[in-house]
C-alpha cells in the first residue's frame, strides 16, 4: 500500500502593491545619471504677437521632455519667470522630487521662427538635499 500522501499548500504570489507616492517619485540621480547631463530640446508655438513661452506653459514643456527623455512621470517644476523668444535667453527653472529634495534646471533659446520657440533643457548635475 502506498503511503498517504499530504496535501502541500498551494503558493500564491501577490504583486507588492505600488503606493502612489513610490510610483510618481522622481529619481534625482536618474536625472544627473541620465541623457539631460547632455541636454534635451523642445519646440513650443506660442501665438501671439510677441515670442514668449509663459512659465507655467514652460514649466509643463521642461516636465514633459524630461519624462520624455528619462523614461520617468512627469516631474514637479516650477519656472519663476516667462522664456522671452530671443537667441540666449535663459530661465533657470527648479525640479522638486518626492522627498522635496531639488534640482536646478535651465532653459535656453537656440532659436525663433515667428512665434515658435526652440529651446534646449539642461540639468544640473548636483541636486540640493530636501530641507530638514
Known amino acids: 500500500m502506498l503511503p498517504p500522501t499530504v496535501p502541500h499548500p498551494v503558493k500564491r504570489s ?15 540621480s536618474a536625472l544627473a545619471a541620465g ?8 519646440s513650443v ?16 514643456t521642461v516636465a514633459e521632455k524630461l519624462a520624455e ?5 512627469e516631474p514637479d517644476v516650477t519656472c519663476p519667470e516667462d522664456l522671452a523668444g530671443k537667441v540666449g535667453t535663459e530661465t533657470r527653472c527648479t525640479l ?3 522627498d522635496g529634495s531639488t534640482l536646478g534646471v535651465t532653459a535656453t533659446v537656440t532659436s525663433v521662427d515667428g512665434d ?6 539642461e540639468a ?8 530638514n
Open 69 to 73: 527623455t528619462t523614461g520617468q512621470p
Open 116 to 121: 515658435k520657440i526652440n529651446f534646449d533643457i
Open 96 to 98: 522638486t522630487a518626492g
Open 14 to 28: 501577490f504583486p507588492m502593491p505600488i503606493t502612489r507616492s513610490t510610483a510618481v517619485t522622481w529619481s534625482l
Open 45 to 60: 508655438n506660442v501665438g501671439g504677437s510677441e515670442a514668449k513661452l509663459s512659465k507655467d506653459k514652460l514649466s509643463a
Open 124 to 131: 544640473d548635475q548636483t541636486a540640493s538635499p530636501a530641507p
Open 35 to 42: 541623457a539631460l547631463l547632455a541636454g534635451c530640446s523642445a
